[in-house]
C-alpha cells in the first residue's frame, strides 16, 4: 500500500519493481465450460447483443416529457419497449446506439405525434408494463415484431410508412400483442 512521503521507511527493505507472470510453455485455448466457440448463439430469449448498448439509457433523456401518450400508457413502458428496439436496431448494423434508433422506433410506433385510436388502443395493451424487468419476454415480442427489414429503414422511410400504410403498422403491434400474451 502507498504510504506518504514523510513516513519513514526501513532502510534494509528491497524496493519493489514490477516483474511479469511466469511464462506458459503452452498458448492459450478457450477450453473453459462457458467459453463461446464460434458466433454469438442465437434464438428465443438470447436478445440481439451489440456494443455499448447501455447508451441507449442515456438517449432516452432526450425524449422524457416529449412522448404523445394515450390515456393509461405510461412514459417509462413506451420508454423501454422503444430502446429494446433501438439496441436491436443498433446490433443489426454492428454499433452502439444512436439517437435515430430511438427516434424511429418512436416513430413506428407513433410516440413522437398523435397516432390513430386503434393503434393506440393496441399499443397501450402491448406496451403496458414493459419497463418492469418482470415482463422481458412482452418487450421482447414487442421487439420481434419489427422485421429486419422495417429495422434497416431511414426514419423518414418509417414515417412514410407509417403515414401510407397504417394497416402495416396495425398488424406488427396485433402480432407484438399476441406474441406477448401467448396467442
Known amino acids: 500500500m502507498a504510504a506518504p512521503d514523510y513516513v519513514p521507511k526501513p532502510v534494509d527493505d528491497l524496493a519493489r519493481t514490477y516483474s511479469s507472470p511466469p511464462r ?15 458466433r454469438q448463439p442465437t434464438g428465443p430469449r438470447l436478445g440481439s447483443p451489440g456494443p455499448d448498448q447501455g447508451y441507449a439509457l442515456h438517449l432516452a433523456r432526450h425524449y422524457e416529457g416529449r412522448l404523445v401518450l394515450g390515456t393509461g400508457e405510461s412514459e417509462a413502458d413506451a420508454l423501454s419497449g422503444c430502446l429494446a428496439i433501438a439496441m436491436r436496431r443498433s ?5 452502439a446506439p444512436i439517437l435515430g434508433d430511438l ?23 402491448a406496451f403496458a408494463a414493459v419497463a418492469s424487468s418482470h415482463h422481458y419476454v412482452e418487450r421482447g415480442a ?42
Open 91 to 95: 446490433a443489426i448494423f454492428g454499433r
Open 24 to 38: 506458459r510453455n503452452q498458448s492459450w485455448m478457450a477450453d473453459r465450460p462457458a467459453e463461446l466457440v464460434g
Open 142 to 183: 414487442i421487439v420481434d415484431a419489427m422485421t429486419d427489414d422495417l429495422l434497416r429503414m431511414t426514419i423518414e422511410q418509417v414515417a412514410d410508412v407509417v403515414r401510407t400504410t397504417p394497416a402495416m403498422v396495425l398488424a406488427t403491434a396485433e402480432s407484438a400483442l399476441s406474441a406477448a400474451h401467448g396467442a
Open 103 to 125: 427516434t424511429l422506433a418512436l416513430t413506428f410506433w407513433g410516440f413522437l405525434s398523435s397516432a390513430p385510436e386503434e393503434l393506440v388502443g393496441i399499443r397501450s395493451q
